[in-house]
């Protein structure tokens, strides 16, 4: 009886031995999780991937549908001789003077029609000899430059290649500030980026960058080289198209500014149709109403703007437009500033009357004028 006691004594001695070193080294095969390392105990979630775009917060469906149809785009200069170097005397004290580097640009685009017609910026593609786009598959192309609309910074260009991944236009006029956005581009040539912000603000103007301003503005990162790419929403749709940062440093700030799609859309289908946007002109010198100039009319300020000069014998000269008119509205478009004027006008048909609300000393009338063609601008041109 002793000797049977003493086996089990021995036996459990060392099974609960063997247990505390398998606790100690292997807790996994008692099922447990190991404590080390670990100050307050965990559950810890299966290490398997999300169903796509299922992961909470995430931009990766919207990333995946957009980013295929953003493209690269290269371009080439070729160099510039000094037009003097065939001359024997100029050779003769200069020397052969070597040629300039070419000169080469970088920047981005968005497929925008299964054709082939690429939307990008005009300063992207401007006075290129060469324009090479590359796809986000690797193809490459040389571009076709379909037609340029400097006014909105806009160019569009073709390129000759099947299958091609093909964006979504989004209804730009239904963004509202703090609708989350993606900004897609080649920034300083790395590759393909994506960035992700807010709209910040809508209908920015008078920023100096293009004739016609209609910007939304974005936190968005966006840098040299995302110029002409994608601003798209949370579903891949475009939304506008990257065009200029507010920076001190040459990098993203977080303020960024992208042309409307509805915008884009109507330069891309016009240039396509007529090879060129064709815009309405009437000939005066506008300037916004101030506070002193819109009490003396019985305005708030901000209610129109004040015609301060008349082109003879122009469309609105001919309508009976007159120095001191404030022009309210165009075609029914309430008017408050000088951008807004020029756009409405810009807006209609040349030929075609439109109806201009003018509030004058005497009173309120309604004046008909018949739009010419605008033509590219010049230094201190009529509007």
Known sequence: MKRLWL???QTVTVAV????????????????????????????????????????????AAAKAASAAVVSINTSKAPLNNPQSADPWFRFFFGDQAPSQQQS?????VIVSPAGYVLTNNHVIEEA?????????GRKAVAQVIGTDPETDLAILKINLTDLPVITLGNSDALEIGDQVLAIGNPFGVGQTVTSGIVSALGRTQLGINTFENFIQTDAAINP???GGALVDVNGHLMGINTAIYSRSGGSMGIGFAIPTSTARSVMEAIVKDGQVTRGWIGVEPQDLGPELAESFGLAPGSGVII????QNGPAAQAGIKPGDVITAVAGRNVTNVAQLLSAVANLSPGTAASLDVVRKEGKVQVQVTPGRRNLPRQAAPR
């Open 129 to 137: 000899d060469e324009i090479e786009v590359i796809l986000n598959d």
């Open 17 to 60: 031995a063997a247990l505390f070193v398998v606790a100690t080294l292997q807790p996994q095969w008692l099922g447990r999780a190991s404590s080390v390392g670990s100050v307050v105990p965990v559950l810890q979630a299966p290490s398997t991937t999300p169903a796509e775009g299922a992961a909470s917060g995430s931009f990766r």
């Open 105 to 109: 640009g970088l920047g981005s685009g």
């Open 7 to 9: 086996l089990f004594a």
């Open 308 to 311: 301060t000069g008349v082109l």
């Open 225 to 227: 080289g995302n110029s």
